[in-house]
Each structure stands twice: as structure tokens, then as C-alpha cells.
């Protein structure tokens, strides 16, 4: 009978990833096609003739940009504030082990027209979300599911991050990772990592079948070559933690930004938020990188075109993504971050390099990986997690340096929370 048992939740487990494969992939395939048609082959179509000025060649990008948001409130408006953050999903799926099933399909669409029209965000948030409502869904309705419900929903949360990043080691990390359970976790740990064995590989082996024949799938992080390291690479390495550091908390600091947007009204504040997306983006000129897109797919063309930046652009280009991507989520137009915040930490550390070591790459792949490490560690909290993540572009040698970034990082995050005045006491002593 035990043994019956264990089967039935291996194969049960096997079914999950399956099943999350399926939907991630479809989720993808959905997205990447109906970007192509409007940003590559109807966007020529938006032309205008040769003697307007320059810029109006980008006027469709803000039309584009706008439209979407507004399509966006009006679909938030009917269908309701989704997709959550991730933060707030994993919260939710921590603290009830659960997640609620009964607005996947809005999750679903008001998602995909958000990443479809340039949000600068990535499809984490939302993918989590589906994937833990339909492992609660099967949790409560499926009596072999019944037994084990929160384990189930954590184990569908690392899944969708194991798949989406490539990477099953950061999706189990990402959810165990300084977790704190209310109870004792009612499956031993074994059996708890054979199940997200199970289910992380039957996950990317559906995503990758179905990505090989019919495509659709991320083209993942392009892997940066890193040569032999010296002494000014390792003298270096406080500033570049500390260049991460300040772009967490720059991160941090425009995540306020919600109190703003708060005051515009629904369907005004979405459309509001897609205008100034696309109007950064046509104003900012070609000195800049593009601050549409999660920024996935623009970090392998700017790996091999970086030479072509003036390097102080690199740095004000990594502050400003944090910052739309932070303008986008805060208005209503959600996703993920972890695309855009590493796609910041490489400019950032190669605009670093390249002012200090013009010409020298070597020294630029170095930088940005343990600025990266120090950025993602700052808003993460999850230093190893962070360094698993990272081994999908920088070399695995380095992961000391990267795990160090990390954790200094998140250490340098906590104390400065500490020593940070309540905001609510303080108006309170000024109101007095």
C-alpha cells in the first residue's frame, strides 16, 4: 500500500510538470506570435512619408504603447487586478499554501496583452500564478491531490521558474530559499526532492518537445566567455558590489512610485503608464537600449554589440530600465522583474568596465556578473538562489564571487531597512 502510494504521487507529480510544461509553452508560443505580428510585420506598415521629421518615424511605438495600456485598464476594469506580483504570489502561496483558481483565464489575457504591447517585464509573475491556481485546483479537486495540497502548489511554483529560466536548481531554490513554514512540512525532504525532480523534468521535457517542433520558446540567456581574471578584477570587486547595490536600492526607491500612480483613476492609470513607456522610448534616441520588452531577448544583441554604446549611456540606460520596469508594474501594466533587473545589471556593469578598461572584455563580463549578483541579491534576498540564476550566462568558476556579491548585497538591503525611519510615525510627529 505504501508503496501504491508513492507511485501514485510520483506520477501524479509527473503530471503536474507535464501539464505546466504544456501551459507555459502555450502561454509563450501565444506571446512571441502575436508580438512578431505587430512590432516586426505590421509595425513598417506605420510609416510616414520622408519629409516628416525623424521622430514621427517612432510615433507608432507610442501609439502602440498607449493603445496597449489602455486595452489593459479596460481588461483589469472587467476582469480584475491581475496578474498579481510575484512577490505578492509567493506571499499568498506561503502564508495560505494555496492559490486561487477562479481567475486563471484573466490572469491568462490581461497578461498577455500586457507583455504582447512592451511592458518592460517579463512572464514569471504570471505563469507562477496560473501554475499554483492549477495545482490547488487539483489539490481540492482530485482526491489522489488531497494529502500534501501546499506541497503541491510550492512544487508548481518552482516548476514554472525552473522552466522559464531553463535553470530547475534556481526554481527549487527560489522557493526554498529561507522559507518559512507555518507548520512542519508534512513530506520528508527525499521524497520532496524527488518530486520536484519529477516534475521540473517532465516540465522541461514537454516545454522543450513542443518548443523543438512548433518553437515559441525563450531563446534563453546568451552564455558570456569570461577569460583569466587579475588583480584588477579583484580590486574592483567593492565597487561593483556596491554598483549593484545602489541599483537595488534605486529598485527599491521607485517601487513608491505606487502611491502615485494610486491617485490616477483605473483604465486612465494603465493607459497613463503605456504613454510614458513609449514616449521614453522614442525620446530617448539611439544613444540608449530599447526600454520595451522584459529585455531577455535584447541581452544577447547587446552582447555582441555593445562596443557600440558610449559607456555613461550604459549606466543611465541600467537605471532607466529599473525604472520603467517599476513605472510599468506600478501602473498596472504587471509582470516579473527578474528578466529586466538582469538585463539592468549587465549594463551597469559593462558600462562600469568599459569607462575604467575601454576596449578590454574581459574585464566587462567580470563586472557585470558580480554586479548582477549584487543587484539580484539586494531585491531577492536569496543570495544562493541569485548565484544559481546567474550560472545560466556567467561561468560556474566564478560563483564564489557571485554567491559573495549576492549576500553582501542582501545583507547591505536588511541593515539599511533597519536603520530606515517608519514614514507613518514620522508624518503622525509632524501632523502632532
Same mark, same amino acid.
Given at each position: 500500500m505504501k508503496m501504491k502510494n508513492e507511485l501514485k504521487l510520483w506520477v501524479f507529480c509527473a503530471i503536474i510538470g507535464a501539464v505546466s510544461g504544456l501551459v507555459i509553452w502555450l502561454f509563450l508560443?501565444?506571446?512571441? &506570435?502575436?508580438? #512578431?505580428?505587430?512590432?516586426?510585420?505590421?509595425?513598417?506598415?506605420?510609416?510616414?512619408?520622408? /519629409?516628416?521629421?525623424?521622430?514621427?518615424?517612432?510615433?507608432?511605438?507610442?501609439? *502602440?504603447?498607449?493603445?496597449?495600456? =489602455? *486595452?489593459?485598464?479596460?481588461?483589469? %476594469?472587467? =476582469?480584475g487586478d491581475y496578474p498579481e506580483e510575484l512577490s505578492v504570489v509567493l506571499g499568498k502561496i506561503r502564508h495560505d499554501k494555496s492559490y486561487s483558481y477562479k481567475n486563471l483565464l484573466s490572469?491568462?489575457?490581461?497578461? =498577455?496583452?500586457?507583455?504582447?504591447?512592451?511592458?518592460?517585464?517579463?512572464?514569471?509573475?504570471?505563469?507562477?500564478?496560473?501554475?499554483?491556481?492549477?495545482? &490547488?485546483?487539483?489539490?481540492? /479537486?482530485? @482526491?489522489?491531490? @488531497?494529502? /500534501?495540497?501546499? #506541497?503541491?502548489?510550492?512544487?508548481?511554483?518552482a516548476v514554472s521558474l525552473g522552466v522559464l529560466f531553463t535553470s530547475p536548481l534556481f526554481g527549487i531554490f527560489a522557493v526554498e530559499e529561507n522559507t518559512e513554514y507555518d507548520k512542519k512540512p508534512t513530506l520528508p525532504k527525499a521524497t520532496k526532492a524527488i518530486l520536484y525532480a519529477l516534475a521540473i523534468g517532465s516540465a522541461l521535457g514537454v516545454y522543450n518537445l513542443l518548443t523543438y517542433f512548433f518553437g515559441g520558446g525563450l531563446e534563453g540567456f546568451p552564455s558570456f566567455t569570461l577569460q583569466e581574471l587579475n588583480y584588477k578584477d579583484y580590486a574592483l570587486v567593492i565597487l561593483y558590489i556596491i554598483a549593484g547595490f545602489l541599483l537595488a536600492k534605486f529598485y527599491e526607491l521607485t517601487q513608491k512610485l505606487g502611491w502615485l500612480f494610486k491617485k490616477i483613476p483605473p483604465i486612465l492609470r494603465e493607459t497613463t503608464g503605456g504613454f510614458i513607456l513609449g514616449a521614453v522610448e522614442i525620446f530617448i534616441g539611439a544613444s540608449f537600449v530599447t526600454m520595451l520588452f522584459s529585455g531577455e531577448d535584447e541581452i544577447a544583441e547587446f552582447a555582441n554589440n555593445y562596443y557600440e554604446y558610449v559607456p555613461i549611456f550604459l549606466i543611465l540606460s541600467a537605471f532607466l530600465k529599473v525604472l520603467m520596469t517599476n513605472v510599468c508594474i506600478e501602473s498596472g501594466l504587471k509582470g516579473g522583474h527578474f528578466f529586466p533587473l538582469i538585463f539592468a545589471g549587465i549594463l551597469l556593469g559593462y558600462g562600469i568596465s568599459l569607462m *575604467?578598461?575601454?576596449?578590454?572584455?574581459?574585464?566587462?563580463?567580470?563586472?557585470?556578473?558580480?554586479? &548582477?549578483?549584487?543587484?539580484?541579491?539586494?531585491?531577492? %534576498?536569496?543570495?544562493?538562489a541569485a548565484t544559481i540564476l546567474l550560472f545560466l550566462c556567467f561561468p560556474i568558476h566564478i560563483g564564489i564571487w557571485l554567491f559573495l556579491a549576492a549576500a553582501i548585497s542582501s545583507k547591505l538591503v536588511d541593515i539599511g531597512k533597519k536603520h530606515e525611519p517608519d514614514l507613518q510615525e514620522t508624518a503622525a510627529t509632524i501632523s502632532e
Open positions: 508560443k501565444i506571446m512571441y &506570435t502575436a508580438t #512578431e505580428l505587430i512590432w516586426i510585420d505590421y509595425y513598417p506598415w506605420l510609416s510616414f512619408p520622408d /519629409n516628416f521629421p525623424d521622430f514621427m518615424y517612432s510615433l507608432p511605438t507610442l501609439g *502602440i504603447c498607449t493603445i496597449g495600456g =489602455l *486595452i489593459v485598464g479596460i481588461l483589469r %476594469k472587467k =476582469l490572469i491568462f489575457i490581461i497578461s =498577455l496583452v500586457t507583455l504582447i504591447m512592451g511592458s518592460s517585464v517579463g512572464p514569471e509573475a504570471a505563469l507562477v500564478g496560473i501554475i499554483a491556481g492549477l495545482c &490547488t485546483w487539483a489539490a481540492n /479537486n482530485l @482526491k489522489v491531490a @488531497k494529502n /500534501n495540497a501546499d #506541497e503541491y502548489t510550492q512544487i508548481g511554483m *575604467i578598461f575601454p576596449d578590454q572584455i574581459n574585464h566587462a563580463v567580470f563586472s557585470a556578473a558580480i554586479v &548582477t549578483a549584487s543587484l539580484l541579491g539586494g531585491v531577492m %534576498k536569496k543570495p544562493l
